[in-house]
C-alpha cells in the first residue's frame, strides 16, 4: 500500500489560482513543500498552453550560481525565439550574473517569449538582503511581466525579521503567502481506504507531528510492522494503543537498537545518538551528533571520533540510517552527512524522544556544534541550524540578512527607498556582527549596539528595540559599566511587546547589573527578579541562571555584613560562570591574593568565545587548564578554594 502525502492539493489549488506575482509557501519541513512544487512544475508542463518553468533549490549559494542556473533553463525553454536565445547568451557573456538587476534582465527577455514561472525552493536559506533589493526596486516592473515567482520556506519564529517580512512592503495583489497547514486524517483516510478509529487516529499525527511526510512514512511502517490491522472499512491498533507516546518512540528504537548492538553500554550510546541527530533533522552531521554529546558529558563520548566510528560501523544499517559516501566540500574542510531511512523516524525521536527541559539542552549543544564544525560554510545549513537554535529556545542566534557589504547596504538604506522592514533587516545585520564580535573587541560591539538601537527605532518592532538595548546594557556589563548598563537593560525589560525570550535576557542583565551595583534596594531588587525568572522558567538553562543569580544575591548580601566566607560557602554550593566577578571580589577581601588572580584569569578565558578558546587551547597549556576548569567548574572551584 502506497501512501504518499506530500502532494498537498490545497497548495496547488491555491497556486493554481496565480498567474504573476509573488506567493511564498509557508510551512515546515516535512510538510510537503518541496514535493508539491515538483507537482505544480509537472502540472504546468502538461497544459496546452505551458509557460517556462524554472526552478532552483537555495543552500547558502552565491547569488551567481542562483542566476547562472535559472538563466541556463531560460535558455533551453526559449529555443523557440532565436533573438530571446541571443540576448540571454550575451548576458551570460558579458555580465557576472550576481547582482538583483542581472535577474531582472533575464526575467524580462524570457517573459517576452512565454509566461514565465519560476519555483524556488528551501527560501530560506536565500540571501534576505538581495532578494529584497530585487524586490523592493524591482516591483513595479515585475507586476507588469508575466511571471509568477513562487517561493517555498520555513515559518519563521521568534526571530526579529525572516524571509516572509519581504512580502509586508509589496502591494497585496502582487504578493501574497500561503500556509502549510498538518496534514488532516481526511487526506490519510483518502488514500488508506477506510477510516482510522480512535485512538489510532489521533495516535498516527500526534507522533509525526502532523507533517504530511512524515504522516504517510510513519503509516506505511506500522503497516510493514504489523502494528495496525483493517477489518469492515476500519483501521485500528492491532494490540491496542501505546499507553504514552514517548515509551511507544522508546520500544520501537529499542528493538531496533538491539538488533545492531549487542551490549547495554552501546545500546545506552545508540539511544543517545538517535534523539541527538533527530534534532538536526532527517539529515544529520554524525560528528557534529558526537561532538554535541561529547559537550553535555553523555556517558561513552569521550572520544568524539570513536563515537562517529560507532555511527558508520554500527548504527548505520537498513533500521535506522545511512551515512552518505561523499562528503560536503569547502575550503580545506569536509563533513559527512547521513540520513534516517524512515523520515517519522527523525520527526517521532525529536517529539518524543526528550522532554522539553533536555531538548533545549541538547539541541544548544548541537547549534554550539554544528557551528564549530561547519565555520565557514554555515550559511549551507542555515535553515537548519536555525531550527536547531528555536529547539534551544535561542532563534535569534541566527542571523538572516546574510551578506551586506558596503555597496549593498547603501542600496537597502537609501533614504528615498528604506523601508521599516530595511531597517529591521540592517537591525539584524547589525546584532550579528555585534555577537561575533563582543568577546573580542566589547567596544566594536557597544557602538553595533547604539547603531542598532538607532535602526530599531526606525523600524518599528520592539523586539528589534529590546534586543539592541539588551546588547547595549551587555557590552557595558562587559566592560565593568553596570551603573551606564542598568538603564538600558531597564528600559528593555519595559519595553511591550518584546519576544518572552528577550524579556527574560533583559531581566537577567537588570539584575546582575543590580547585583555588580549592590547599593540600597539593589540586591532586594536582584532577589526579587531571579524570584520571577525562576517561577516563569521553561528549561534547566533558565532555571539554572535564575538559581545562580538568587544565590549571588544572597551571597552579596553576606558580603555586605562582613560574613566573607559565609558568602563564599553559599557560591561554591550552586557555583555558575557569572559568580566568578563575586567570588574575586571575597578572595582580594580575605586577603587570597593567589585565589584571586586565579579567578581574574579564568575570568579573562570566560569572556573568550568558543573558537578563540579552542584556538589558545591547541597553543598554550595554561589556557587548556583554564578552558578544562570551565568544563568542570565545580570541582574547580571547590579544590581552588580548599587550599585556602
Not at 111 to 129: E, N, T
Not at 395 to 401: M, T
Not at 587 to 594: E, F, K, S
Request: charged residues 30%.
Amino acid at each position: 500500500m502506497d501512501v504518499d502525502l506530500r502532494v498537498r492539493p490545497e497548495l496547488l489549488k491555491e497556486l493554481r489560482r496565480h498567474a504573476r506575482g509573488l506567493v511564498f509557501a509557508v510551512g515546515e519541513r516535512g510538510s510537503g513543500r518541496s514535493a508539491t512544487l515538483a507537482a505544480f512544475a509537472d502540472e504546468l508542463r502538461r497544459d496546452d498552453e505551458p509557460p517556462i518553468v524554472a526552478r532552483y533549490q537555495f543552500s547558502g549559494d552565491a547569488a551567481e550560481l542562483l542566476n547562472r542556473a535559472l538563466l541556463a533553463q531560460l535558455v533551453a525553454a526559449v529555443a523557440e525565439s532565436p533573438h530571446a536565445e541571443r540576448q540571454l547568451c550575451a548576458l551570460r557573456e558579458s555580465r557576472r550574473l550576481d547582482e538583483p538587476g542581472d535577474l531582472l534582465a533575464m526575467l524580462r527577455i524570457a517573459a517576452r517569449v512565454r509566461p514565465v514561472v519560476c519555483l524556488l525552493d528551501d527560501f530560506s536559506a536565500a540571501d534576505l538582503v538581495w532578494w529584497r533589493l530585487f524586490l523592493r526596486d524591482s516591483a513595479p516592473e515585475l507586476a507588469r511581466l508575466p511571471l509568477l515567482i513562487v517561493a517555498a520556506l520555513d515559518a519563521g519564529e521568534g526571530r526579529i525579521v525572516d524571509h516572509q517580512d519581504l512580502a509586508t512592503s509589496l502591494d497585496s495583489w502582487f504578493a501574497s503567502t500561503v500556509r502549510l497547514g498538518p496534514a488532516g486524517a481526511g487526506e490519510l483516510e483518502a488514500q488508506i481506504g477506510g477510516r482510522l478509529v480512535e485512538p489510532l487516529r489521533s495516535d498516527v499525527f500526534e507522533l509525526a507531528g502532523g507533517k504530511a511526510g512524515r504522516v504517510g512514512d510513519l503509516w506505511q511502517e506500522l503497516v510493514d510492522d504489523g502494528a495496525v490491522e483493517f477489518d469492515h472499512d476500519e483501521w485500528r491498533w492491532r494490540w491496542g494503543g501505546p499507553e504514552d507516546h514517548s515509551g511507544f518512540v522508546r520500544d520501537a528504537f529499542d528493538r531496533r537498537i538491539r538488533q545492531r548492538c549487542p551490549t547495554p553500554e552501546e545500546c545506552a550510546l545508540a539511544w543517545s545518538v538517535v534523539r541527538m541527530a533527530a534534532i538536526e533533522g532527517p539529515e544529520f552531521t554524525p560528528a557534529a551528533v558526537a561532538v554535541a554529546l561529547h559537550r553535555i558529558g553523555c556517558d561513552g563520548c569521550d572520544d568524539v571520533d570513536a563515537v562517529v566510528d560507532f555511527i558508520d560501523e554500527v548504527l548505520a544499517g537498513p533500521e535506522l540510517f545511512e551515512v552518505g559516501d561523499t562528503a560536503w566540500r569547502w575550503r580545506d574542510r569536509y563533513a559527512y552527512r547521513a540520513r534516517f531511512l524512515h523520515l517519522g523516524h527523525a520527526e517521532a525521536l525529536r517529539r518524543f524522544g526528550l522532554d522539553d527541559e533536555e531538548r533545549k539542552d541538547w539541541a544548544a549543544a548541537l547549534g554550539w556544534a554544528l557551528e564549530e564544525l561547519y565555520a565557514g560554510a554555515a550559511d549551507r545549513i542555515g535553515p537548519v541550524l536555525a531550527d536547531v537554535w528555536a529547539q534551544a529556545g535561542e532563534p535569534d542566534r541566527v542571523g538572516c540578512a546574510g551578506v551586506l557589504t558596503e555597496r549593498r547596504r547603501r542600496g537597502l538604506m537609501r533614504d528615498e527607498a528604506a523601508e521599516p522592514v530595511d531597517h529591521l533587516i540592517y537591525v539584524d545585520h547589525l546584532l550579528t556582527e555585534a555577537r561575533g564580535t563582543a568577546s573580542g573587541n566589547p567596544w566594536r560591539a557597544l557602538e553595533l549596539g547604539r547603531r542598532a538601537l538607532s535602526e530599531a527605532e526606525r523600524s518599528g518592532s520592539s523586539d528589534a528595540v529590546a534586543l539592541s538595548l539588551v546588547t547595549i546594557a551587555a557590552e557595558l556589563q562587559a566592560l565593568d559599566k553596570a551603573g551606564e548598563a542598568l538603564p538600558y537593560a531597564s528600559r528593555a525589560a519595559a519595553v511591550a511587546g518584546a519576544h518572552p525570550s528577550t524579556r527574560r535576557r533583559a531581566l537577567t542583565t537588570v539584575a546582575s547589573c543590580r547585583l555588580a551595583i549592590a547599593e540600597d534596594g539593589d540586591l532586594a531588587e536582584a532577589e526579587r527578579i531571579s524570584d520571577e525568572l525562576l517561577a516563569t522558567a521553561t528549561s534547566a538553562e533558565e532555571r539554572r541562571t535564575a538559581r545562580a543569580l538568587r544565590e549571588q544575591a544572597r551571597a552579596a548580601e553576606l558580603v555586605g555584613t562582613g560574613a566573607l566566607p559565609e558568602a563564599r560557602a553559599v557560591l561554591l554550593a550552586a557555583p555558575d560562570p557569572s559568580c566568578l566577578r563575586l567570588l574575586r571580589t571575597i578572595a582580594d577581601r580575605l586577603g587570597d591574593t593567589a585565589i584571586a588572580e586565579e579567578l581574574a584569569h579564568l575570568s579573562l578565558v570566560l569572556a573568550w568565545d568558543d573558537a578563540r578558546r579552542r584556538a589558545w587551547s591547541g597553543q598554550d597549556a595554561e589556557v587548556a587548564r583554564l578552558v578544562a576548569a570551565l568544563d568542570d567548574l565545580g570541582g574547580y572551584l571547590r579544590t581552588l578554594h580548599a587550599q585556602a
